[in-house]
């Protein structure tokens, strides 16, 4: 029993198979509650909840220009190619 639990504590910290956003996270919160330790400023304890939200937030801006940029491209590929667009359609 001793040994299967020591067996998935190192499966649970394999750094190798974690997701990127889960090791930044990680990492805010050590550099976080490093920083409050060091400097004894108990303020920077809700440092890691602040990168957390501004990290999550350039995730969706991310996300979403990606979206922009490819509809952007299909519109673009649309008119090269003569295709007639749904708008287009409508005032025949």
């Known amino acids: ?7 998935f504590i190192k499966w649970l910290l394999n ?8 090791r930044r996270y990680v990492i805010y919160f050590f550099v976080s509650i490093s920083l409050a330790f060091i400097f004894s400023i108990e303020e920077l304890l809700f440092l890691p909840a ?7 937030s350039f995730e969706i801006l991310r996300d979403k220009w990606k979206q922009f940029n ?10 090269g190619t003569g295709k007639k667009g749904y708008r287009s359609m409508l005032k025949e």
């Open 70 to 79: 490819q509809e952007q491209e299909d519109m673009l590929k649309e008119i």
């Open 15 to 22: 750094w190798n198979k974690w997701y990127p956003f889960q």
């Open 1 to 7: 029993m001793m040994s299967k639990l020591l067996y």
């Open 50 to 56: 602040l990168l957390v939200f501004l990290d999550f």
